[in-house]
Each structure stands twice: as structure tokens, then as C-alpha cells.
């Protein structure tokens, strides 16, 4: 269908230049085009052109020029208070976004208590100007597509894990490769040991996110690491939101829960390492590419001080880690 001009909603002029309106006010002001010229630091020639223009664009007259004298025509005198809210509001948004730091910086750290909150504290210490609101939304999965969406600016988890059109999407800097751990009820026979065998799980059913939409780079991870060791995958558990909700369905599965090192103490369980080899889970700094903000800087130096403090980045010989994973924590995009 070929649109009428006539059309409702259809603009009869373009978009007008702010530097058009400026011209004008300016001349509007000093009625004398030498005087406009010098304030705006151009050529009389220029502006002279820069008004042409804009009469052309309105299809209106707006001065009447004498060899003696520059006087406004009655649509000048009506386009100029239009022309200073334009250029008002023009100039309160160039200053609301002058500075990035001025709005709040959304972190996704997954969980409370972890190696992502630990980034977050040094980061406001940095940057103490800045606002850095933590958000705990469970799940790299959910939270890069929130990323992209606009509603979450930075999170942390297993980039590998997502859909490479969503990755290409989005900067990457390597944190940490964290030891994974399981979770025992406090009554599970290997609860008692100070570090569990992958091969001591076999046969056993380990719950990792199966079924949870929001972390399927982790439940993916897990079946990687499975298959290998001959652990059963726990199917999907009710979606528990809070730890103590988290706490009362895996107590009513009993089943051991994978998880990392740091993962928060929960009362009647334990955490016990990993290990023989010891499996890693690859942590990302993920933010969603061409996003310009200090506090973004500052979570970046953030995890580099900390990784250099306590070697975060120096991969265990021997260590489980799948290709895909390893490959992309050599890398920062």
C-alpha cells in the first residue's frame, strides 16, 4: 500500500536541524547577521545559508533583510518560542547524558555471597561515585537476554552455554575458573568426607537447574560433565525463587545439589569439593557490547585486582574443563 501524503501522522516537514533553530534564534536576537555570525563562531556566509535552509524546510519567511536593518516576519515571531523549548529541551538532554554515571548500573550477581559479589564490592570501592544496583535474577540464560532487552546491564555466569547469535551479541571478560562442589544434605553418606571423587557420584542423581528455563548454560555444563562420570541428571524440580524455598525442595528430593566452592552455607547441608579431577565452572563478566559506563570499567578492574590477588585465572593441572570453555576464558571481547 502506497501511503498518502495526506495520511494522519505523517509529518509534512523532516525532522529540523537543532543548529538550523539555533542560527535562527541567535539572529532573532542580535537582528543583525555580522553580530550572529561572530556569537556562533561561523562565517557570515554559513549562516546565511544555515537560515536559507530552514525557511526552505518550514516554507515560511522568517526575516526581512534591508542594506540597514534585520527584523523578524510575523512566522518568525511565531516560530521563535517554539525554536527555544526545542533548543531547551535539546540541551537537557545532551546534559542527561553527558555523563554515563549519572544512571544506575544493573548487576545480575546470580547469587548473593559468590566470587560475582565479591567483584561488585571491590567495584563500588573504585567507583564510589558511581551507582551499582545489584540484582539477583538466577541464570546467565535469562539474565543476557534481559541484557540485551536493556532491563539488566552486566551479569556473570557460563557465556559458552549461550546461543552463539546471543553471544556475538555481547562483551565477555574471563573471572575465575571456580572449583564446583556438590551440596550434601547432612545425612548423605558422603557428607561425612572432606572432598567428593567425581567417581564416588556415579550412580548417583545430582540436581543441576534440569527444567529451569533461566539456567540452561549450567544444567548444560552439568550434562557435559555427567555423561563422563556416569551421574544421573535429577529431573526438573519445581522453580524455587529464594533460598529458603530452594532449601525446602531440595530437602524433599534429598538429592545432592551441583554447585561451586563459595556457594552460600545453607542449614542441614554441606559442601564438599570436588575433585579427582577437579571440574570447573567458567565465570564471565557479561555485558552487552557498545555499553559505556564507569561502573562497567570499574567491575572490569574489579575482577582483574581480585584475580591477580588470588589467582583466579590460573587453571589446576588436571583439571575438567570442556574446550568450548577453556577457548572462550582465554579470550575478552
Keep these: 500500500m502506497v501511503s498518502s501524503a495526506a495520511d494522519p501522522g505523517t509529518p509534512t516537514h523532516p525532522p529540523t536541524d537543532p543548529r538550523l533553530l539555533r542560527a535562527f534564534v541567535t539572529v532573532a536576537e542580535e537582528l543583525h547577521f555580522t553580530r550572529a555570525a561572530a556569537r556562533l563562531y561561523i562565517a557570515q556566509q554559513a549562516l546565511s545559508r544555515d537560515i536559507r535552509r530552514l525557511e526552505r524546510e518550514l516554507g515560511a519567511e522568517l ?45 545480575d550477581l546470580n547469587t548473593d555471597g559468590m566470587t560475582a559479589a565479591r567483584v561488585l564490592t571491590r567495584a563500588r570501592e573504585l567507583a564510589p561515585a558511581c551507582e551499582l544496583m545489584a540484582r539477583f535474577e538466577s541464570g546467565l540464560t535469562w539474565a543476557a537476554d534481559e541484557i540485551l532487552a536493556g532491563r539488566l546491564d552486566v551479569s556473570f555466569g557460563r557465556a559458552a552455554g549461550l546461543a552463539p547469535a546471543v553471544r556475538a551479541r555481547l562483551g565477555v571478560q574471563p573471572v575465575r575458573y571456580e572449583p564446583m562442589a556438590v551440596l550434601l544434605p547432612d545425612d548423605h553418606p558422603l557428607a561425612a568426607h572432606e572432598v567428593v571423587a567425581l567417581d564416588e557420584l556415579t550412580d548417583e542423581t545430582v540436581y ?34 529464594g533460598v529458603a524455598e530452594f532449601q525446602r525442595v531440595m530437602a524433599k528430593s534429598g538429592n545432592p545439589v551441583l554447585c561451586v566452592v563459595d556457594f552460600p552455607p545453607m542449614p542441614d547441608t554441606v559442601v564438599r569439593p570436588l575433585v579427582r579431577p577437579v571440574p570447573l565452572s567458567p565465570l564471565l563478566l557479561v555485558w552487552r557490547k557498545g555499553l559505556r559506563h564507569p561502573g562497567l570499567d570499574a567491575l572490569r578492574k574489579a575482577a582483574v585486582q581480585l584475580g591477580s590477588e588470588e589467582d583466579w585465572m590460573v587453571r589446576p593441572g588436571g583439571s575438567w574443563l570442556p574446550e568450548i570453555d577453556a577457548s572462550l576464558m582465554l579470550k575478552t571481547t
Design 208 to 241: 543441576a537447574g534440569a527444567g529451569n528455563p533461566r539456567t540452561e548454560e549450567w544444567t548444560d555444563l552439568a550434562g557435559l560433565l555427567f555423561a563422563e562420570w556416569g551421574i544421573s541428571l535429577a529431573p526438573p524440580a519445581p522453580l524455587a525463587i
Design 63 to 107: 526575516f526581512v533583510r534591508t542594506t540597514r536593518q534585520v527584523t523578524l516576519t510575523a512566522d518568525g515571531e511565531r516560530l521563535l518560542p517554539y525554536a527555544r523549548r526545542v533548543l531547551e529541551a535539546h540541551a537537557d538532554l545532551a546534559a542527561a547524558f553527558a555523563d554515563p554515571a549519572a544512571r544506575p548500573l544493573f548487576v
